[in-house]
């Protein structure tokens, strides 16, 4: 259970030990094993929003901090007003035009961390095709490998200016097609995506959205693309607050109302588990075509405005849709939403403490309301930004990952008839090193014992990062964080995420079996034939 608010931190920590410690562990199951692209692993950038990474060295170094493989170029919507030429967005569109980011930019932030763009051609005001071909050219000239291109960006939505120039669906696969034939012609290397739409159970089928998928899939065809992108947007399910509201965290009454809900015992556990509601909603309902992979190259929360945001919590909604996109074999891209705290305030970095101007100071939050407390500084992480470090961690080098699964009925958490996992988990390959590692999560309020016995040999390393759920993470020293060895079982506190990584060449982490990699194999040819219907 999770504990009153008024325990304070260590006090949460230490009931939840007295009253978990005593469970049988949970043992591990294997399932099927699956190689990771090297850029799996990445963020979108929105540019023109920040100095460009040769004049932003604490932009570069949080890609080498988070271990970002790849980076969205230019970003989402400001892809269809930037002139690649200029490395701006035009005076009026979206967007900061004193920045600029010069494909120069990109070679520099490849040289120095080796992260590799994912092109988003401008299919609007870019030029035409070869215009922006010539500007993939140019960047490969430069030495940035072109090894992901998006053909746009949502255009799916309802814009009139999208809509002035793709009137529909089809009229966009018809395009894409004929881009995508030159782009493999010039580029054979490159994989190519085109655009897919999110649908859920709440979208309006003869919606432009709606229709987009099926109107796409009648021109485009499989063969002439090797992905689809997907956003995955969606709230707390605490309330999410007005479009336009008078500051970032909302009215007094607005902020009020999301907070009594959060302090609810169930509070954090609402957040969390919307992250499995939205997924789920989306499998159930988004058509897509079997055989092309799933490119994510937005996801994030999406509370417009309202005071969870950069709680733990947060974070480990972060961690539990991270988690999702890295055990299902359809996603071979992950970019996160966005680098810094812009906006509607979702990033993994902070802007300054003005991030937390606006957020009611008589809310019962378990800190103190203070200048002190609500002070980050700028390139500070978000708990969100915590979180995906640890996923940059666990996934440094990484070749192959294999799902972890429980078979005990106990490993769920119900909220309001729903259900979630509590604990969730991958084991890592990094072949080149032969370092061994596995990631969990535990996204519930208990402490749950975990049957480590596989990976102990006097050596494996742990490492794990946990708070009270309902802290709004400004440092990192909010959180518990434990460094050690590896004991027969080991206690996964509350709202946890752990690293056990095994040293170079131990070989403690047993191989996948034959029967996983049958398991595997045959999971890989129904990804390939799999066709969702709505």
């Not at 500084?377 to 969100?384: C, I, K, R």
């Not at 964080?481 to 995420?497: F, H, K, M, R």
Request: proline letters at 6%; charged letters at 20%; one cysteine or more.
């Amino acid at each position: 259970m999770i504990r009153s608010i008024g325990l304070g931190l260590s006090a949460f920590l230490c009931t939840a030990v007295i009253d978990t410690a005593s469970a049988d562990p949970l043992s591990p199951n294997f399932g099927g094993l699956r190689a990771l692209p090297a850029d799996y692993f990445g963020v979108n950038q929105n540019t023109v929003q920040n100095p460009a990474w040769r004049s932003n060295p604490g932009g570069t170094q949080l890609i080498e901090d988070l271990n970002f493989t790849s980076v969205r170029y230019p970003g989402g919507t400001v892809s269809s007003y930037f002139q690649w030429w200029t490395g701006t967005s035009p005076q009026g569109s979206p967007g900061r035009p004193e920045f600029k980011y010069e494909l120069e930019d990109l070679s520099f932030l490849y040289e120095q961390t080796g992260t590799t763009p994912i092109f988003v051609l401008n299919m609007i005001n870019g030029g035409g095709l070869d215009r922006q071909i010539e500007q993939l050219t140019e960047a490969a000239a430069l030495g940035v490998p072109i090894r992901r291109v998006e053909l746009g960006n949502e255009y799916y939505l309802d814009d009139d200016h999208w809509a002035s120039v793709y009137p529909d669906g089809q009229s966009y696969g018809t395009t894409a097609k004929d881009w995508a034939a030159e782009i493999r012609r010039q580029f054979p290397e490159a994989e190519i995506a085109a655009i897919g739409a999110v649908q859920i159970g709440s979208t309006d089928p003869d919606s432009r959205r709606g229709k987009w998928n099926r109107e796409v899939w009648q021109t485009l065809q499989t063969s002439d693309i090797d992905a689809i992108t997907l956003h995955y947007y969606t709230g707390s399910g605490l309330f999410g607050g007005r479009v336009n509201a008078p500051n970032k965290w909302g009215s007094p009454e607005e902020q009020a109302s999301q907070y009594d809900k959060f302090l609810a015992p169930d509070g954090p556990d609402v957040f969390i588990r919307s992250a499995f509601q939205y997924l789920d909603s989306v499998e159930r309902n988004t058509e897509i075509p079997g055989g092309p992979d799933l490119w994510i190259t937005e996801h994030s929360l999406f509370d417009r405005n309202g005071t969870v945001r950069h709680t733990w919590a947060h974070g480990m909604f972060t961690a539990a849709l991270q988690m999702q996109m890295l055990q299902d074999f359809r996603v071979t891209q992950t970019s996160y939403h966005n680098l810094y705290n812009q906006a509607k305030m979702f990033g993994l970095s902070f802007d300054s403490a003005s991030d937390f101007d606006g957020l009611d100071p008589s809310l019962p939050i378990t800190q103190d309301f203070n200048p002190l407390t609500y002070q980050p500084q700028q390139y500070d992480l978000t708990s969100s930004g915590h979180a995906m470090k640890m996923f940059g961690k666990a996934l440094d080098g990484a070749d192959r990952v294999q799902k972890i699964w429980f078979s005990d009925p106990d490993n769920w958490v119900t909220v309001e008839g729903d259900r979630h996992p509590a604990i969730m988990a991958v084991r890592i390959f990094d072949d080149d090193t032969e370092e061994r590692r596995v990631l969990i999560l535990n996204l519930s309020g208990d402490d749950r014992p975990f049957d480590t016995s596989l990976w102990v040999d006097g050596n494996s390393l742990l490492e794990m990062l946990y708070a009270d759920p309902r802290l709004h993470i400004t440092h990192p020293s909010l959180f518990t964080e434990t460094l050690g060895e590896v004991l027969d079982t080991t206690l996964l506190p509350a709202y946890s995420i752990t690293l056990i990584t095994d040293p170079v060449g131990s070989g403690v982490v047993p191989e996948p079996t034959a029967a996983t990699l049958l398991v595997t194999t045959l999971a890989l040819v129904g990804v390939r034939r799999r066709t969702r219907a709505t």
